[in-house]
């Protein structure tokens, strides 16, 4: 598609749930990246895949999150056991390549309570 | 590490201009991107430039770049309250290891007035 398209667009989980949220990023682009926003417009870089291999995870948390871009599925954020400090809205972004010329478009965004 | 910093609100009147800044650390080749988010939506790209560009111009944006006092500002002209939104300023490495590893800055909340 000519868009990354992220589902579902909210998500509410009970504390302990888990929660997985789904991103497509635009066809052809090679790179897709996840970023949490939490209050105060902070981002926070999570991780970041070239294909199906993970590229930078430097920002994941070592539990409870995981990741996957599997070939000829969306890419996947997995958050098990959720805590109330997960509420935030995590974007996926995707670019082409990297190097000159090669930007990050970003997706609109799965906005997640926990309660 | 980079940090990237920008002052947290600006109001204009509409039909001004309206200038956002941003100050970065990173000395590396790099990219500058400005993102605009409106209330509950996504990211908008809305311009970017490369570490060894002075300016940029796209319609009614114009961003310049002072790479020695590492200052990176976007003018939108003729201001409109459609674009009123936050701003970002976002750094990323151009190619490498922490490609797409965006350092974002805190955002600026633009208000345009009638």
């Known amino acids: 598609g000519e868009e990354v398209a992220q589902t579902p667009k909210h998500l509410v989980r009970g504390e302990g749930q888990k929660a997985k949220l789904y991103c497509a990023p635009i066809?052809?682009?090679?790179?897709v990246f996840w970023y949490q926003q939490v209050l105060k417009n902070e981002f926070k870089f999570l991780i970041s895949?070239?294909?199906?291999?993970?590229?930078?995870e430097t920002g994941m948390p070592k539990e409870r999150f995981s990741a996957k871009c599997l070939p000829n599925s969306p890419c996947s954020l997995e958050i098990q056991a959720t805590k109330l400090e997960d509420s935030a809205v995590y974007f996926c972004?995707?670019?082409?390549?990297?190097?000159?010329?090669?930007?990050?478009?970003f997706g609109e965004g799965s906005w997640l309570t926990v309660v | 590490g980079e940090d990237v910093e920008q002052s947290l609100f600006l109001s204009v009147r509409e039909g001004d201009s309206s200038v956002i800044n941003c100050t970065y650390t990173?000395?590396?080749?790099?990219?500058l991107y400005w993102y605009k988010q409106e209330p509950g939506a996504g990211l908008q790209l809305l311009t970017y430039?490369?570490?060894?560009?002075d300016m940029k111009q796209d319609q009614r944006l114009t961003v310049l770049l002072n790479k020695k006092d590492k200052h990176l500002s976007l003018r939108i002209a003729d201001t409109q309250t459609g674009d009123s939104a936050i701003y970002f300023c976002?750094?990323?490495?151009?190619?490498?290891?922490?490609?797409?590893?965006?350092?974002f800055g805190q955002g600026t909340i633009l208000t345009v007035h009638p």
């Open positions: 972004a995707s670019s082409q390549s990297e190097g000159p010329g090669n930007t990050i478009y």
């Open positions: 976002a750094e990323s490495p151009s190619r490498g290891t922490s490609y797409g590893k965006l350092t």
């Open positions: 066809k052809g682009h090679s790179y």
């Open positions: 990173d000395s590396s080749s790099t990219y």
């Open positions: 895949f070239q294909n199906e291999n993970v590229f930078d």
């Open positions: 430039i490369f570490s060894n560009m």
